[in-house]
Each structure stands twice: as structure tokens, then as C-alpha cells.
């Protein structure tokens, strides 16, 4: 069984960090792009950020460019999201899924290309 598995959220006051851990079970990880996402209640799942497990390229939604970064490590089966100058819009639940479609990351691939969600990690930034 495939499983992801976030952790790494809590509370932190505005301009502080965190980071986020995705721990994969059940695949190969190096064939797979994973992705951060996260969601405000009452709203869609919004990309963050993508890595892509095989050459560890990225990609940066324009909101958090310069502020987070996301790496990995395979034998792991990690991917981490250091999240720093976090502002109160950063609130969210996060939720880490593989693209099913893809070993490269692309802005252009839909969210349906994404599955085995996690379960999620909140992260709440205080004003």
C-alpha cells in the first residue's frame, strides 16, 4: 500500500519558520514528482511547490518563491518543505501527494495527476 504521511506543522508567529516532512511508503520514490499543496478551508488545493525525485529539479508557486524551499532526500523517502518568513495567508492545511503522470515537475500538470494524499499537516501563522 502506497501512503504518505506529513508532519512538521503547528503554530508560529508571523515572519517565523517551519518545515514540513512527507515521508513516502510503498513506491519508488526516485520515479515519482511530489508536490506540496495546501488548502484554506472552503477553497481549492493550491500547488506550492514540486520536486521532481529523479534530478531534483523544482518549481516555486509565485506566492511562496524566495521564502520556501523544498528538497528531498531518497533514501529517506522524505521531501521537505522549510518554510521561512511565513506570513498569516500561509495558513493552511499542507498535503503532500506523488504525480502519478510524471517523474518531472511541470506547472502546467493538473491536480488530477496527483494521488496518494496524505493526510495533511496545519500550519497556523499568527499575526
Known amino acids: 500500500e502506497v501512503q504518505f504521511v506529513e508532519s512538521g506543522g503547528g503554530l508560529v508567529q508571523a515572519g517565523g519558520s517551519l518545515r514540513l516532512s512527507c515521508t513516502a511508503s510503498?513506491?519508488?520514490?526516485?520515479?515519482?514528482?511530489v508536490g506540496w499543496f495546501r488548502q484554506v478551508s472552503g477553497k481549492g488545493r493550491e500547488g506550492v511547490s514540486c520536486i521532481s525525485s529523479s534530478d531534483g529539479s523544482t518549481i516555486y508557486a509565485d506566492s511562496v518563491k524566495g521564502r520556501f524551499t523544498i528538497s528531498s532526500d531518497n533514501a529517506k523517502k522524505t521531501v521537505y518543505l522549510q518554510m521561512n518568513s511565513l506570513k498569516p495567508e500561509d495558513t493552511a492545511v499542507y498535503y503532500c501527494?506523488?504525480?502519478?503522470?510524471?517523474?518531472?515537475?511541470?506547472?502546467?500538470?493538473?491536480?488530477?495527476?496527483?494521488?496518494?494524499w496524505g493526510q495533511g499537516t496545519k500550519v497556523t501563522v499568527s499575526s
Open positions: 501527494a506523488a504525480n502519478t503522470l510524471r517523474r518531472l515537475c511541470s506547472s502546467h500538470a493538473p491536480i488530477y495527476e496527483y494521488d496518494y
Open positions: 510503498g513506491l519508488t520514490f526516485s520515479d515519482y514528482a
